[in-house]
């Protein structure tokens, strides 16, 4: 009798045993993955350099869960709208550790900031610096502001996801007059506090050269106020972008899942904040300027390896040249493929043992050729039934997902240790019908 072929763990919960207990599609988070990357962020940059900071930036994956375990493991969050912040707040995130973003705030979203207290508000342009002064006055709080600046770099990723170049939508010219007053209309604000800048030119970024080119522009920026305006930054946010590749790296997990699942190591964090504090060390010394205090805001690097998706095959299509998998969710759930052209890797999770036979296109459900989740991998036999996991999809596919289709956006299981909690309950069809109505004169 055939031996039953080993299935794959994650967070040393059995991957088929996950699915049918919770159905599919089903994002599954290793708590333990996401409290490791945290610890990188402490020991490779909070302990190693004084003076700094680490938002986890909660766009990448956000629950009240979530926000529970970043506060947990000493750092801020980043939010970027007033649901970001609701979400924050629900789960008791200590709002002096919150930073509000968004280039284009809603007065509601800068009121909610302020009644919170949040530590930081991001402010992105001259408009929302006056709103927010105003609104600063009229509540008599008094908020305590970074200026996003575009430092006019371009690091290599996704034109989609470049934010900090020339001409971006996101911050003020780093260079030019725009700049230099909204600093003066800052200082004269009482309600503001103008603690200094902040910049992420981008995300998926692999290379640290283009974060240590914008550290240089931003330095000059410094010395550059000091001298015309007499204004000494006291704290530089250096944002986020640090890119992670197909494959989860289980060097730094407590556990390993299996050994038959592939691995990569990690693009590790200090790659990129030795460097940037290193030329920001040389460059402030070399400008007479005391080194402000750095603040970071890695999202993706937190995330994105914790998380898998799982699938179930329903269908399997041999097509001369190609074969596809069918699975039962797609881009609703993972819109990165159809947006960024992200590639993917996968495994049958119920044979992670059985040698490949074919090469065969992952296809998602929806009315949608772009809606193809992994181009040809290299698979065992599949069948229809099969559990198939995608991993790295913890950033970027629970926050970005939709209901195209009316699908209904799959649960969130958190795992650790084999233990499993539902933290995001499946939506059922009836709540694609919430809020939904018929008007009256069409009774
Ligand atoms: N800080 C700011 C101000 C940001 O806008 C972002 C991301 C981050 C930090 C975090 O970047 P990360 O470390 O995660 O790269 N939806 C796209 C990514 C868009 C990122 C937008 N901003 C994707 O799926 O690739």
């Not at 039953?4 to 599609?25: I, M, Q, S, Y």
């Not at 305590?144 to 034109?159: E, K, Q, S, W, Y």
């Not at 998926?204 to 000091?226: D, M, P, T, W």
Request: aromatic fraction near 6%.
């Amino acid at each position: 009798m055939a031996l039953p072929l080993p299935h794959l763990l994650w967070g040393n919960a059995d991957c088929v045993e996950l699915a049918r207990t919770f159905g599919t599609p089903l994002y599954v988070m290793d708590e333990s993955m996401i409290r490791a990357r945290c610890a990188e962020v402490r020991s490779a940059f909070l302990e190693k350099w004084p003076a700094t900071t680490a938002c986890y930036a909660s766009k990448a994956f956000l629950t009240k869960t979530m926000a529970r375990m970043v506060c947990q493991e000493g750092l801020g969050l980043d939010v970027v709208s007033g649901g970001e912040l609701h979400t924050a707040l629900a789960a008791d995130f200590p709002p002096s550790r919150i930073e509000l973003h968004g280039n284009a705030k809603s007065e509601r979203e800068l009121r909610a900031a302020l009644s919170a207290g949040v530590g930081r508000v991001i402010v992105d342009g001259v408009m929302e610096l006056e709103l927010l002064a105003a609104l600063a006055a009229e509540t008599g709080r008094k908020a305590d502001i970074l200026i996003r600046v575009a430092p006019g770099v371009n690091p290599h990723t996704h034109a989609h996801i470049v934010t900090g170049h020339t001409g971006s939508k996101f911050g003020l010219p780093i260079e030019g007059e725009l700049l230099e007053s909204a600093v003066k209309f800052a200082l004269a604000s009482p309600g503001l506090a103008l603690k200094g800048f902040h910049f992420h030119i981008g995300s998926q970024i692999f290379e640290n050269s283009s974060h240590v080119e914008a550290v240089g522009r931003i330095a000059a920026l410094a010395a550059r106020l000091k001298t015309r305006l007499g204004f000494e930054a006291e704290e530089l946010n250096l944002g986020g972008g640090f890119g992670v590749g197909k494959l989860p790296d289980f060097s730094h997990s407590p556990h390993s899942p299996d050994k038959n699942v592939p691995s990569e190591s990690h693009v590790p964090l200090h790659l990129f904040t030795d460097a940037m504090m290193e030329a920001l060390t040389r460059e402030c010394r070399a400008r007479g300027l005391a080194r402000p205090a750095v603040a970071i805001e890695p999202g993706r690097w937190i995330v994105a390896e914790a998380g898998i998706t799982l699938y179930a095959v329903e269908t399997i299509k041999r097509l001369p040249g190609v074969t596809y998998v069918g699975v039962d969710g797609g881009m609703p759930d993972n819109p990165r493929p159809s947006l960024y052209q992200a590639a993917y890797e996968g495994v049958v999770a119920n044979k992670i043992s059985a040698p490949a036979a074919e090469k065969a296109t992952i296809a998602g459900k929806c009315c949608e050729t772009g809606d193809i989740l992994v181009e040809s991998i290299a698979l065992p036999p599949v069948e229809r039934g099969d559990i198939v996991a995608i991993f790295n999809t913890g950033a970027y596919n629970f926050s970005m997902a939709s209901n195209y289709n009316r699908l209904p956006r799959p649960a969130v299981v958190l795992v650790k240790d084999g233990r499993a909690d539902v933290v995001v309950a499946r939506q059922t069809h009836d709540d694609l019908l919430r809020g939904d109505a018929i008007p009256d004169r069409m009774r």
